[in-house]
């Protein structure tokens, strides 16, 4: 039976309910014959999207602003899997390098599922781990553009199903390799069969590609062999003063010299003075060079050496970064998380997380490909967002990176807060939370600078913005009332996706509840739109407004409106002028992509009753064909 016929028989079925008959169909569509097998276990974070859209709210007074010329960084506190959703909306298809450091499930208190953490006993245990990284890792796919990549710190607990898995989701083809990090040279002994000094950073590519990731930049103290034996006879041709020899004026007649091992024979007479070469000089040998190669080598300043037997070598000026290597240990210039955990000492005087990456680690895993937006939504510690800035720093790039981490503070913190007498969902309490106390703080003194324990001040980096944002909600049933709180909320959703956050609502004459007017003070505006009994006014100033702006790019107008060709009538006279999008349905389509990766449109949304406005009531996945 095939299973179009089996799906058939299922929707005929009596006695079942629609989620019953919905789960079948979903038991039918997802069976395979190869691959991970595990039961799904919900999350209520992922029930949470069922009825309820994540939006990002800026915490303005955290943000670390330096000048429009910098990158502005991102940094989440919420859920991962809401924050995820969110930039659906905002960074689909945008995102080049993404870097996790997901809960390597080992069943020491390292991994929370629904609140509660998964011991070793938990005969689920590695279905919820499957269940939470599944999702979060579909989602990533969604984001990652056409050419990004992946890289995934993991160790031997899970690294097998997470193999399986990501060839699932990203594609077998797709797997770039797995690279051994030398976590530690003093791992503890926790085995009586095996010390664990590694662990393994799988990689994988949305689509296989020939770019060439770039490793460390060879540097070479002694010469190499421009010859082998095993090579064809070649005639190479060095024009004169090209060719440097140990003794200063003497001259060689044509014929054999070299060694017995390494014969090289000299084609014309050859003169010396100054210890180079004043003539044009051809040999034969068995070179592994062609001549063009050596005219491209040449012209690279590449040094050619002639010994006092004859031998001729050559020395680069400068190599091409080589292929990196599977082992990332200190011989490409990556620490251990010994050297992590003095670093991040360093910058607060006292412990404040346990394990962390060396940015080392990450710079090199960044170091791979060119300018590139980053996420991480396993922030921790935030050392994601401090590599990207020493990278920067370094070569001169202008990476972004956007980083993603809850606020969870541990059970020893929370117990002391609560003996003092401080209560939960207070800022006091909130500010011991990891992402404010230890993400965002780390990377508030590496931007502005600290001093560290040794005494010593630690210069900022200065060339570089943070923004500091929190997942919120708005109510996912489409009822008028939530299309126009959907639409107001989404404003630093929209400022996000167009890296435009300087607002000039009210110092351009606005009033703030009509609309609101960004720029990135280089020649783009970005206008949103809300719902108003004004409209027609506000449409009109607006259009005077934008006809009068100097701009580099096409004015990015978001707005209220059931479709663009209505809004496009709306702002006619300035067209051309305008890269018009309609609200809220452009968040709508963007979300329920999303929530059919996570198949909560196989489950019924909840919907809400309200006695007043509810002309056009519906949910996000009404009209939906059931497959």
């Known amino acids: 039976m095939n299973k179009q016929d089996l799906i058939s028989k299922i929707k005929q079925l009596d006695g079942v309910t629609q989620d019953e008959r919905a789960y079948l169909i979903n038991l039918v569509n997802t069976k395979k014959k190869y691959g991970l097998v595990w039961e799904d276990k919900p ?36 859920d991962n899997l809401h924050a995820l959703t969110a930039l659906t909306f905002t960074h ?71 193999k399986l898995i990501c060839n699932e989701i990203f594609g077998e083809s797709n797997f770039v390799g797995q690279w ?38 060879k540097d070479s103290k002694s010469d190499d062999p421009i010859t082998k034996p095993q090579n064809t006879l070649k005639v190479l041709t060095f024009p004169p003063k090209t060719i440097n020899f140990k003794n200063e004026n003497f001259q060689l007649q044509a014929g054999i010299y070299g060694t017995e091992k390494y014969p090289n024979k000299l084609l014309n007479d050859l003169i010396v003075e100054n210890y180079t070469n004043t003539n044009e000089v051809s040999f034969e040998n068995r070179f592994v060079w062609t001549q063009p190669k050596l005219d491209e080598e040449l012209a690279n300043s590449t040094i050619i050496n002639c010994s006092k037997t004859t031998v001729i070598s050559y020395k680069k000026q400068n190599y091409s970064e080589e292929v990196p290597p599977n082992l990332i240990d200190e011989s490409v210039g990556v620490d251990t998380t010994e050297e992590a955990g003095k670093s991040l ?17 990450i710079k090199y895993l960044l170091s791979f490909k060119e300018n590139s937006i980053i996420l991480d939504f396993f922030a921790g510690s935030g050392t994601t967002l401090h590599a990207t800035m020493e990278l920067n720093a370094e070569d001169g790039g202008n990476r972004q990176s956007i980083i993603i981490t809850n606020n969870e503070i541990d059970a020893k913190t929370e117990k002391d807060l609560l003996e003092k007498g401080i209560e939960k969902g207070t800022e006091e309490f909130e500010n011991s939370g990891i992402c404010q106390a230890v ?3 780390r990377n508030k003194r590496v931007i502005e600078g600290y001093t560290n324990t040794k005494g010593i001040v630690i210069e ?36 996000i996706k167009e890296d435009c956050y300087q607002d000039v609502t009210e110092k351009d004459g606005f009033n703030r509840l009509h609309c609101g007017m960004f720029t990135n003070g280089k020649g783009k505006y970005l206008v949103v739109v809300y719902h108003t009994r004004q409209i027609n006014a506000v449409c009109e100033q607006l259009t005077n407004y934008i006809k009068g702006l100097e701009i580099t790019e096409k004015v990015k107008l978001y707005a209220f409106s059931p479709e663009k060709e209505t809004l496009l009538e709306d702002f006619y006279d300035v067209q051309d002028k305008i890269d018009a999008v309609p609200l809220p349905e452009a968040i709508y ?35 939906q064909d059931e497959e």
């Open 439 to 441: 993400t965002y703080e």
């Open 180 to 217: 051994n990090w030398f976590k530690s040279a003093t791992p503890p002994n926790l085995s009586h069969k095996i010390k664990k000094n590694v662990e393994f950073i799988l990689g994988y590519e949305k689509n296989k590609n020939n770019t060439k990731y770039k490793g460390i930049q």
């Open 345 to 361: 000492y360093e910058i607060f005087g006292e412990k404040m997380f346990d394990y962390p990456k060396p940015v080392s680690l």
């Open 92 to 162: 689909e298809g945008k995102i080049d390098v993404i870097y996790i450091d997901p809960p390597y499930n080992t069943g020491n208190k390292d991994f929370k599922y629904n609140d509660s953490f998964v011991d070793k006993e938990d005969s689920y245990r590695h279905s919820k781990w499957l269940s939470f990284m599944d999702k979060r890792l579909r989602i990533a796919k969604q984001l990652l553009s056409d050419n990004g990549a992946i890289f995934i710190s993991i160790d031997d607990y899970e690294v097998g199903q997470l």
């Open 589 to 623: 389509n963007a979300y329920r992509a999303t929530f059919r990766t996570l198949k909560l449109d196989k489950k019924p949304m909840v919907v809400i009753t309200i006695t007043d406005d509810v002309d056009g009531e519906s949910t996000l996945f009404d009209n």
């Open 460 to 495: 900022g980096l200065k060339n570089n913005n943070l923004r500091y944002f929190k997942s919120e909600f708005v109510p996912s049933s489409k009822t008028e009332q939530n299309k126009r709180l959907l639409t107001q909320a989404s404003t630093e959703l929209i400022c």
């Open 43 to 78: 999350e209520d974070v992922e029930e949470q999207l069922r009825d309820n859209l994540p939006v990002l709210k800026e915490v303005k007074e955290k943000a670390i602003i330096n000048g429009e010329d910098n990158p502005n960084h991102i940094l989440i506190e919420g």
